[in-house]
Each structure stands twice: as structure tokens, then as C-alpha cells.
């Protein structure tokens, strides 16, 4: 199982930063929301798929699966959660006053502003 | 008084929220800024004193034991780098009241700062590595404010890309803490520290350490990762890039220097080496940027890469004057560059440019911020009485002693880089003709120069007072060099 999520999640990464080098502010976006998702499955992953019943204390189970990945998770979505929304305004203002949304065009230093 | 070291935490943070009921209202903001960070630096003051006289100070927040809980640790680093933040915010705080404009001052600029405050101590005392994401985006998240605040073209392009990278380097944060987490299975620091020196070090860890340098390297701006740091860091106005300049780089620097040294006791060899490698060339490519452009701000942003640099190069000596060296370096570094770009702020706003050709002859109308600018300037190039001296004279003291002698030279020639790049500023904006300026009233003037002018006498003061202020190195450095006791201090075994 933890194999079988290691490549998927190694897509997600090969997707995203290919999402990420490409030209439309749009697509990078979308490369870091694929991005995101693949550390917290990475996360999910690397605290191992042990245990059966879900970390809910209930009488008579013993084996629970681990909580701590899950609530790390839990932040970490949040998190970029709160990001990408910021991220998406400042690419709507770009958009407005810039009039583009190609990052080859958003090039410029003190000489041409 | 356990919980002294989360005060400079939850000071900021509480005025952060007070300020935020109250946006429109300019001159009570002022006065809340100014009484919470004035009570942020007292705070921090004592926790520094109690932890010189009481050794490390940790506390496991809500009571629980040690590896279990989030931790907070301070140690004298950490209380000395609090201390300075909290103490360099106060000063730019005062200098924005002039300099920022009521209209970002009306826009959460004062919450902002103080959220940045927030994270910034927060990542300085946590003992949890995943905490020190969560701090860490608190900063960031706090920075992506203030350098779009305003809304200038130049901003938003700039800070698209400040996002896209600290993003990035979050993300790869958050799958390092995995990887971590599945070899180690805990993520307090001392606990981790620990089952390291228990099972050995095997290669997976040694990748580990190589992703968590990309990381911080990526906020810290190291070699191969600084490409962002120019562009970005040019783009805010000038209290902001007082505020990146002097505090954001060096949080990466530190978690670099903490999680390198704790994280790797037993096997340093190629992790160091790699590290050395890097700090040389970034002192080498910052040496370049600082030498390439005629513009204000540009040259100090440069100046930057280049103390990053050398304060990482003293980390990878991993002997005691290295690591004190740094220590040395890293705090008067930050109040250094603090200084200078509130005085290329003055100087912006005495000549209305940043372009050095277009400025000359102040020395005749603004004598006192000339000589102001000469002292910072032979103190961030490590003139003896002044503050740069010691930390660098303690890091090639180091490098000579760890047999890396090519080293230690290329650390002294970029010396003389920085003296030209900054005394090219003194020639260009003093000396020769008087050029037409913008001018400022003496009322604006004034008050944009006492603040930039009492830090630079801070700076002074730190270079001057070594000997009173070396304990406080000297026991931070000793922490790095034997991570047992940090471990000690925090399981209490």
C-alpha cells in the first residue's frame, strides 16, 4: 500500500512542477494546489498505514491508526488552505493592473518599470 | 515564572489582535505599536537575563511530558536573536510613522508587522519541528501582506513570485517533516536529537539534513536558492525591506544552524562539507551582486547574501570559535542591516531616487547623516571597534583552526568587497557635486534620522561592548557545539 501511494504521489509532485514552469499564472496555481496535496499525502504516507480503527477511542480496540499524521495534516491544510486563497486574489489584482497573466511578461526592474 | 519565554510571543500577538479593531484610527495605532513592542523588549531583556543566570529555559506547553507536548526552549541564541528582533522592530516601527504613509498605515500595516513579530520570535523559541512550520507561515504569511501592501504594479509583480517560492519551499518543508517523521517517528527537536544519537546516524538522515538546508537555504537565500531575494526584497517601500532584510533571511540562517547542529551529532562530514561549499560560494555571488549596480538598495540587498554566507560558513566549521563567530556575526548582522536601509531610507527620501548616479554633495547639506552612514558602513565591514569585527575575526579564527585556510581567505577578501560596495555609496551620494533634490522638511528629515541614527549607535555599542556581551555568545556557541545540553534541558533526564 505504502508503495502504490509513494508513485502516485510522485506523479502529483512530477505534475505539479511541470504545472509550475509552465507560462499561465493560472496553471502555476493549479501546480501548487497539486503540490500541496502531494506532501499531505506524503504525510498520510509516512505515518504508516497501521492500525484498523480510526484514532476515536471506543471500548474494546486496541489497534488504532497513528493520529499524529492526521492532525499535522489537519494544519497543513489549513495552511495552504489560507495561501492559495491570497494567492488567487493577488493573481485576480495582478490580472487587473497588469492586464496579464503570462509570467514571461512579468519581467521589469527600476530602469523598465 | 514558567512561562517568561512565551511572552515575546503572545505580546506581539495580543497587540496584534487589539490593533486590528481600530484600522482607521492612525495615532492610536501609533501608541499601541509602540507600548506593546516597548513591553515585547522588556520582556524579551528579562527572559535573556533568566536565562543567563538559570541555564536553558523550557517549558512543554499544557503540562504534559517532554516529547509529547509542543516544547518551547530558550536558550541563549534564541533569547539573544528574540531580543534583537523585538528590539530592531521597536526602531522601524518608530521610523514608518513618517516614512510608510497614512494610507498603509489605515490597511493592517501595524497588525502585519506585529504578526510578523509573532512568527518570527515564535520560530526562534519552538523546540517542535512541525511548530516551526506553523511559525514559519505565520511570518510568511504576515510578509505576503506587507510586500503587496500598497498595491503598486511593481509590488504585485514582485510579490507573485515571493509567494510562488515560499510556497514551494513550504510544501517541501511540510515532506521533509514527513520523511522526519517516518525515520524518527517525533518531532521535538531534543527528542529527535536523541533517537539520532541512540540509533546512529544511517544515509537517509544525512538526506534529510541535505533537504532541510534546501529549505532553509530557500528562505535563508543561500547559494543556488537566492535568485528570488532582489527582485523581491527591492519591491516593498523602505521599512519593509528594513524589516525582510534584517529579520527574515536571518530565521532560515538560524533554523539551518539549530536544526544541523542538533540534528547531525555524530557523523557532520559531508552535510558540513556541503554546507562550507555553499556559504563560499553565496559570499562569492553576493560579493558580485554588491559590486554590479549602482542603485541603493540593490547594494545592500547584496550585502545580505554575502553576511549569509559568512555567518553559514562559521556554522560549518563546527568548532567553538566557528559556531561563536556566528553567533557574533548573526545578531550584529541584523542590527547592522537594520540600520543601513533606514539610511539609504533617509538618504531615498533627502534626493528622491535610488540611483547613485543621479545623487552627490550631501555631505555639505546633511553632514550628520553622512557621518552616521560612514560609521554603519566600517561597522558592517568590520572595522576593530566597531561591531563586525569580533564575529568575523572568531569565524576565520575557526576556519583556520579546522584547516580551511581557502576559506577563511575568501571570508577576509569579501570584507573588502563589502567595504567598497558600501563606501561606493559614501563617495557617490557625499562627495563630488551637489545635485539638485527632492528635500524633505527638517521635521520629516528629523524624525526619519533619530531612529535610523539611535540603532546605528546600538550597533556601535555592540561592536564596543564585546567583552560585556560574550558570555551570552560564549554559552549560545557552547549549546551548538554539545546538542546534550539542549536534549538535557528539554527531557529533563
Redesign the interface.
Known sequence: MEIIMSVIIGFLFAGAVYL?LSRS?LR?IIG?GL??H???L??L????FGGDAPPVLTDGVTDFVDP??QA?IL??IV??F??TA??LV??Y??YQ??ETDNMKL?K???EY? | MINLLLFPVLIPFLTAMILMFFPKKVHAQRTVVIIGLAGSVAAAVWLLATVMTDGIQAVTLGSWPAPFGITMVSDPLSAGLVLTSNLITLFIAWYSFRSIGEGRERHFYYPAMMFMLTGINGAFTTGDIFNMFVFFEVLLMASYVLIVLGGEKRQLRESIKYILVNVISSAFFVTTVAMLYSVTGTLNMADISAKVSEIGQSGILTVIAVMLILVFGLKGAIFPLYFWLPGSYAAPPVPVLALFGALLTKVGVYSITRTVTLLLPNDPGFTHELLMVLAVLTIIAGCIGALAYFDLKQIIIYNIIIAVGVILFGVAQMNSAGLEGAVFYLIHDMLIKAALFMLIGVIIAVTGTSNLREMGGLMKTHPGLAWTWLIAAFGLAGIPPLSGFFGKLLIVEGAFEADNLWGGVIILASSLVVLLSVIRIFIHAFWGEPQPIAGVSAKVYRSLFIPAALLTAVTVFYGVGTEWLRPVMTDAAEILHEPSIYIDAVLKE
Do not use: K
Open positions: 509550475m499564472l502555476v501548487t503540490l500541496s502531494g506532501a499531505h506524503l504525510i504516507t509516512m505515518g504508516g499524529l499524521p499535522l494544519t497543513a495552511i495552504s489560507g495561501v491570497f494567492f493577488m493573481a489584482r495582478a493592473e497588469l512579468l521589469g526592474n527600476d518599470d
